[in-house]
């Protein structure tokens, strides 16, 4: 059973910083792109970065780029995400995605992810 469980969320001054992690199981974790994405409150879904399956090939919204950091630890069956430099508008649940073959794209198509945890809350206020 794939199972993706999220944590790190909390809530952050503008300007701060936090790091999201995702512990992945029930799936061989160095064979699939990784993706996360976020959605606020009364607004559709962000796509906001993707990791191709060996770690070395990224991509980021362009509202994130220069600001989040995905990474992934094949060894630990991690995926993580550095958020620095947090702005008012990234308050949201932030979810962490499996997806469907090797190689990343942004946004991904549906045929390219096929399972998501429950999220992880990013609140960034004063």
């Known amino acids: 059973e794939v199972q993706l469980v999220e944590s790190g969320g909390g809530l952050v001054q503008p300007g701060g910083s936090l790091k999201l992690s995702c512990a992945a199981s029930?799936?061989?974790?160095?064979?699939?792109?990784m993706y996360w994405r976020r959605q606020a409150p009364g607004k559709g879904v962000e796509w906001i970065a993707g990791?191709?399956?060996?770690?070395?090939?990224?991509y980021y919204a362009d509202s994130v780029k220069g600001r989040f950091t995905i990474s992934r630890d094949i060894a630990k069956n991690m995926l993580y995400l550095q958020l620095n430099s947090l702005k008012t508008e990234d308050t949201a649940m932030y979810y962490c995605?499996?997806?469907?073959?090797?190689?990343?794209?942004?946004?991904?198509?549906?045929?390219?992810?096929?399972?998501w945890g429950q999220g992880t809350q990013v609140t960034v206020s004063s």
């Open positions: 995605v499996k997806g469907a073959r090797v190689s990343v794209r942004l946004p991904p198509f549906a045929k390219d992810f096929d399972y």
């Open positions: 029930g799936f061989t974790f160095s064979d699939y792109a």
């Open positions: 990791i191709n399956s060996g770690g070395g090939v990224t």
